[in-house]
């Protein structure tokens, strides 16, 4: 109930192409997702986040859809360039007063985008 | 305002020895987060900490590793006896309260030998 379930494990997209990651929860307490960017041998920093209220949620070029009947939540990057390329992380967490504000990561997906 | 310092960057040691990882939080932070990272996987939760205080370490191995985060210095992760499978990144993540962003420092890369 505590995964965080992350697809696909990798993808190639040609310059300005519209990479899709997505995501799947079970546990209906999360109510915090943040998505994550990692270049290798940094550590990750946090491109956008998103709050079940709203099913869309937009930050320059990305973008993040949130379906919660689904339990289902996705990356886009619009107009993707060679510098996105880098490991994206969704994750998840709930903000109540049970939890401790730890962070579920998926598996991570490795994009490359080609010039 | 200086972000969130993980200190040594890599680490190598060899199997048996004890392993020392320290982070130093951000300015005003005092909550701070300990994930592991093997290759090719997600960040896994480890520990979470407040000053003096171990709040959650459901994470945590039950032997060899320990946390601690004293009121003066950084946190610190040690892991005792290092075997090859405890050979990963270890990243901290500092937060200013509970339910507030996370900043993640650089992390500790160990090599165990």
């Known amino acids: 109930q505590q995964q965080v379930k992350q697809s696909p494990q990798s993808l190639i997209v040609q310059k300005g192409g519209i990479p899709i990651i997505n995501c799947a929860y079970e546990?209906?307490?999360?109510?915090?997702f943040p998505w994550y960017q990692q270049f290798p041998g940094k550590g990750p920093a946090l491109l956008i986040a998103?709050?079940?209220?709203?099913s869309e949620k937009k930050e320059g070029r990305f973008t993040i859809s949130f379906n919660k009947s689904a339990k289902q939540f996705s990356l886009h990057i619009m107009d993707s360039q060679p510098g996105d390329s880098a490991t994206y992380f969704c994750?998840?967490?709930?903000?109540?007063?049970?939890?401790?504000?730890?962070?579920?990561f998926g598996q991570g997906t490795t994009l490359q985008v080609k010039p | 305002n200086a972000g969130v310092m993980q200190n040594p960057r890599h680490l190598v040691r060899r199997r048996g020895q004890e392993a020392r990882l320290r982070c130093s939080p951000m300015?005003?932070?005092?909550?701070v987060y300990w994930y592991r990272q093997l290759p090719e996987e997600g960040l896994k939760f480890m520990v979470y900490?407040?000053?003096?205080?171990?709040?959650?370490e459901s994470g945590m191995p039950k032997e060899r590793f320990s946390a601690e985060f004293p009121k003066e210095g950084p946190s610190i992760l040690r892991i005792q006896q290092v075997v090859r499978g405890d050979s990963a990144a270890y990243f901290c993540?500092?937060?200013?309260?509970?339910?507030?962003?996370?900043?993640f420092g650089q992390g500790t890369r160990l090599t165990v030998v």
């Open positions: 900490l407040q000053k003096e205080n171990i709040i959650d």
């Open positions: 546990n209906t307490a999360f109510d915090y």
């Open positions: 994750a998840a967490t709930s903000h109540g007063s049970s939890n401790t504000g730890k962070l579920i």
């Open positions: 993540a500092s937060q200013e309260g509970m339910n507030t962003e996370a900043f």
């Open positions: 998103i709050r079940p209220d709203v």
């Open positions: 300015k005003g932070h005092s909550h």
